[in-house]
């Protein structure tokens, strides 16, 4: 019976969440700047390479495009998932802290729901916006860069260097490992948000522990491991994907520490785990 | 969600010796409130009193510190169990102001299992059918407050709350509202608390009212029982004040009282008539300039229970 009404009550706020996050700018560009961002790139990129060869074609030499499409593609996957990761956190903690500034928040307390599932239904909403926004960024970048390059094996003086499947088989080892910390950084920003005194407050601690951590974690060395951020796509990156971009352009000898992988793909987990609870402890006891 | 309760006397509010504390500042010190099915309650009290403390630990969005409360049988954590038959409107409307009208009351119909209006009657009921594809940020106060009392009829709640309900609203708005809470009452049996500085608008309308004070309920009964325990106050405006004050001082149907001036005489009426006094002061030889009856009026009975200036705006009375 109990679990019942949780569960109608998840429900209920979950679709009232949608349907803010239907009517929201901020989700849309939530959503729509990383594919938006991506492409820019891959067009720069197109762009910066046809200059070339038209430099070439007007030395005499002969115009030819030097490299095959993945790398680009990942180059831009990249930076449309750094542009994901910040916007994520920033959401996170924008979201819940801007509506208990307005009092919104208060409307859904008292009619439906229980505080642990309002920071429930705020997760649940942000990672559907998360997929939706990888989503359109995955098939938005690769569509382009299928249009603008051929996308095929690394070849080098007439031999196949790195086949496709194992330049397909890294670019999905590298984006798992690229996504398996955003449940961490949702969670994180919820728990800023819910800690904040405003929206403001809220956004600024959790940009600012974001980037503050690119610009540290150089000097902490293998330290850095044990801290989820290390792996999200960020402007000082640290993530497997950036080696990926490298392999798909021909550089063999790209290896994935062992234990870095072991890291990326276990430290995630407790982060989000931790980050949940104290967020649910916490929100029992916040003025709304 | 809870059947509405048969009983007209249940009450559907309970706070017993309710105390809460900010640090140090106490501001409820063991307040006592109930409210029956049925009625509409008003809630008046000076600027710090603590009534919007009182409403925020009512619908649990602060944690008290002391004392017990329950709505329609459940405490305060557990309001959302009862599925939107508590709902409340606050001071300031507390709404998306991204959303338009019609998106807001759609958000607030996804909330409730089975809204009982829909959304094209509320905006009817309300008179915002023009508003409906309005952003909230693009409406004057007064309708963003007509969207606020509209979002809190969306489900078929028993008990509503607001706070300030008729701030912001022209004279034509708080007739309206006025006449929506009347009906939503005779008609829906639904439960009314309002906390309101606007006296004579809660005299319009309540059946039972509360004073706070100093973070305690001072009274807190139906108007009439509250009203039939006041006095009348009669001012006399006459040039012979002193003989004036000798004649009516030695009645004890009457009392003079301490803000009398030295041109006006202000008694308080304790059986004694208006007419009577007007009778035995000219059969005495003194002259009487002019007569004012003030009848007992929640205005009356706030400034004499608190002590409240009869020369402080209402505003700064009952904030």
């Known amino acids: 019976m109990r679990v019942a009404q949780t569960s109608a009550c998840l429900k209920a706020c979950l679709h009232a969440e949608l349907h803010l996050a239907r009517h929201s700018l901020g989700t849309r560009l939530l959503v729509l700047t990383p594919l938006l961002i991506a492409c820019l790139q891959l067009m720069i990129a197109s762009l910066g390479e046809t200059g070339a060869q038209a430099q070439q074609a007007l030395l005499g030499a002969e115009a030819e495009s030097t490299q095959q499409g993945y790398g680009f593609w990942v180059d831009s996957l990249l930076t449309g998932l750094t542009c994901l990761s910040l916007l994520a956190v920033a959401q996170a903690a924008y979201g819940l802290a801007a509506e208990r500034d307005s009092g919104a928040l208060r409307h859904l307390v008292i009619r439906r729901a229980s505080r642990s599932t309002l920071v429930v239904s705020k997760l649940i909403a942000l990672h559907l916006l998360i997929a939706l926004a990888l989503f359109l960024l995955l098939l938005g970048s690769w569509g382009l860069s299928a249009l603008l390059w051929e996308l095929g094996p690394v070849i080098e003086d007439g031999y196949e260097l790195i086949s496709e499947g194992e330049i397909r088989t890294e670019i999905h080892l590298g984006l798992q490992l690229a996504i398996l910390p955003l449940p961490a950084a949702l969670a994180f920003g919820i728990l800023i948000s819910v800690l904040a005194q405003s929206a403001t407050q809220s956004l600024t601690l959790a940009l600012g522990a974001t980037l503050g951590f690119d610009v540290f974690k150089a000097s902490l060395g293998d330290s850095a491991g044990y801290v989820f951020a290390n792996f999200l796509p960020s402007l000082v990156d640290a993530s497997y994907l950036g080696d990926v971009a490298r392999l798909a352009r021909g550089y063999s000898d790209v290896l994935i520490d062992e234990r870095l992988l072991s890291l990326n793909t276990w430290t995630p987990l407790p982060a989000f785990l931790l980050c949940l609870v104290l967020s649910l402890i916490f929100i029992q006891r916040k003025s709304l | ?319």
């Open chain 2, 1 to 319: 969600m809870p059947e509405k309760l048969a009983n007209s006397t249940a009450p559907v509010l309970l706070m017993q010796a309710v105390a809460k504390s900010y640090g140090s500042v106490e501001v409820l010190l063991g307040v006592d409130l109930t409210v029956t099915q049925g009625s509409i309650h008003g809630l008046v009290g000076l600027n710090g009193s603590g009534k919007t403390t009182t409403l925020d630990c009512l619908l649990g969005l602060s944690a008290i510190n002391a004392g017990r409360i329950e709505i329609l049988g459940l405490p305060p954590a557990r309001l959302h169990e009862t599925e939107g038959a508590i709902v409340a409107v606050f001071d300031t409307p507390s709404l998306h102001s991204q959303l338009t009208v019609r998106q807001t009351l759609q958000h607030a119909a996804t909330l409730c299992p089975s809204p009982s209006r829909s959304v094209d009657e509320l905006m009817t009921l309300l008179s915002l059918s023009r508003y409906g594809d309005y952003k909230l940020s693009k409406l004057s106060l007064g309708n963003r407050r007509r969207v606020s009392i509209a979002h809190a009829l969306v489900g078929d709640p028993s008990l509503v709350l607001l706070d300030e309900p008729f701030n912001g609203l022209d004279a034509g708005g708080v007739d309206e509202v006025l006449a929506l809470i009347q009906r939503l009452n005779r008609d829906h049996g639904m439960s009314f608390l309002l906390s309101s500085h606007q006296l004579p608008y809660l005299q319009s309308i309540c059946t039972h009212l509360s004073i706070l004070h100093g973070g305690r309920i001072l009274a807190s009964d139906s108007l009439d029982a509250l009203l039939a325990g006041s006095q009348s106050i009669l001012t006399v405006t006459t040039p012979n004040l002193t003989a004036a004050c000798e004649i009516l001082g030695s009645r004890t149907d009457l009392q003079i009282r301490a803000d009398s001036s030295a041109t006006h005489l202000r008694l308080t009426l304790e059986g004694a008539t208006p007419a009577e006094i007007n009778r035995l002061l000219v059969t005495s030889g003194i002259e009487v300039q002019a007569l004012v009856t003030e009848q007992a009026s929640i205005e009356s009975l706030f400034r004499e229970l608190t002590g409240a200036s009869a020369d402080q705006p209402a505003g700064e009375r009952a904030a």
